[in-house]
């Protein structure tokens, strides 16, 4: 009779718990002191930050430790390589804190703060200090949305908008159900994997879900998980969560070199996120994106680690997709064979290439579409927007 009540005491404990974040390398006393210094060096160019719970998932005897290389700054960070801005946000940037690349689709940048910082990420000039791009103040945003009746599609992004108050994600959420035309909000989120707790112990913001979650109107969370080892009994606890709030699971990431770049290890994520109702949703090749040089993985090898990842998952596993955000639109790497590397507009910014079709030369060494040569006599994008493929051209 005693065991029962202690296991409920001990949940109810879990399920309150507030991570501890750290901002200090020095905090860490498993990075010897010499490596600590140099690391602080790292630290003042791309801000660091991480916090107890997600510390305690690296493996500190692993050099190499996946989770390790995800947060722990690393010398190469300081290459000169790859651009700030690499699919110039900038320019699709219409008020602050507002992007609209394609018609039904708008990014709202509502918060400049993460529950850790990726070392690989592509948005790392949002956490520098000069950043203007994020908006605390959503309001002319929000105006711009509701003045677009062709906007059905809003992305909270950032940062991380769950790191918002509750307060503020509640406004935005109501605020965003009252333009009648957006009928799906997004919340592009790694805080499932950084602080599984954020949901389990706030009562107030799983009601906000379940309020504006609606039959006819669903929030998506666009779940962040790099690695398999993310997904402990907690973190697929706080997944259930959202479920249960009606909120719909997918998740999408990056492919890391160190952290990802495997067969087995996306094989093993793909299927424990099928299982636990979070559908693998985008596999991101990479953006050349300064400090990123060390995580930079190859077109060619990218697609041979995602396709035979997918051959060894179950058929809802296998619902991935590896593409690349470039600045000219959504481009889906369809194959690779020995000559060519077959790719798709999935979204595009100019019309006349939504659904293209291409074609480039096998480079084995390309990371990005600026790389890649056209094939032989094929100098441009080869099939008419009308193709059977621009019927795919619909929300990202
Ligand atoms: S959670 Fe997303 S936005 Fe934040 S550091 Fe990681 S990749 Fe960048």
Redesign the pocket.
């Known amino acids: 009779m005693i065991r029962p009540l202690l296991t409920t005491l001990e949940a109810r404990t879990e399920s309150l718990r507030r991570v501890k974040y750290i901002r200090d390398i020095d905090k860490i006393p498993h990075i010897p002191p010499e490596e600590r210094e140099r690391l602080k060096q790292i630290a003042q160019r791309y801000v660091f930050r991480a916090n107890d719970y997600y510390l305690d998932l690296i493996n500190w005897d692993d050099p190499d430790d996946p989770i390790k290389r995800l947060i722990i700054p690393c010398e190469a960070e300081l290459n000169d390589w790859g651009k700030l801005d690499a699919s110039n946000e900038e320019a699709v940037t219409v008020a602050r804190g507002l992007q609209h690349k394609y018609p039904d689709t708008a990014l709202l940048l509502c918060n400049e703060v993460?529950?850790?910082?990726?070392r690989?990420?592509?948005?790392?000039r949002?956490?520098m200090n000069d950043n203007v791009e994020v908006t605390n103040d959503l309001s002319e945003g929000l105006a711009y949305i509701a003045k677009n009746p062709g906007i059905r599609n809003v992305l909270l992004?950032?940062?991380?908008p769950l790191l918002m108050s509750t307060r503020r994600l509640w406004q935005t959420l109501e605020a965003l159900r009252q333009i009648p035309h957006v009928e799906i909000i997004r919340i592009?989120?790694?805080i499932p994997a950084?602080d599984p707790w954020r949901l389990l112990r706030d009562l107030e913001l799983q009601e906000a879900f379940r309020e504006f979650s609606t039959p006819g109107k669903r929030i998506y969370l666009m779940a962040?998980f790099d690695h398999p080892r993310e997904l402990t009994s907690v973190a697929v606890e706080g997944i259930d969560c959202f479920i249960r709030c009606g909120v719909i699971c997918v998740n999408q990431c990056p492919l890391i070199k160190g952290i990802n770049d495997d067969a087995d290890v996306l094989a093993t994520m793909f299927r424990r996120l099928s299982y636990i109702g979070c559908q693998p949703y985008y596999l991101f090749q990479g953006r050349p994106t300064a400090g990123n040089e060390s995580f930079k993985v190859p077109i060619v090898r990218g697609w041979e680690v995602f396709s035979e990842a997918l051959r060894r998952g179950s058929g809802l596993a296998r619902r991935a997709r590896f593409v690349m955000s470039h600045e000219t639109g959504k481009i889906e790497i369809l194959a690779v064979d020995d000559q060519h590397i077959y790719l798709r507009y999935l979204r595009a910014k100019d019309p006349a290439l939504r659904g293209q079709f291409m074609i480039y030369k096998r480079d084995d060494e390309a990371c990005w579409l600026d790389d890649l040569e056209p094939a032989e006599g094929l100098g441009a994008p080869k099939f008419p927007s009308s193709s059977p493929f621009s019927v795919l051209d619909g929300p990202e």
Do not use: E, I, M, P
């Not at 993460?114 to 990726?118: D, N, P, R």
């Not at 690989?120 to 790392?124: A, D, L, P, Q």
């Open positions: 993460c529950g850790a910082y990726c690989y990420c592509f948005r790392k949002l956490f992004t950032g940062g991380d592009g989120s790694k950084f962040h």
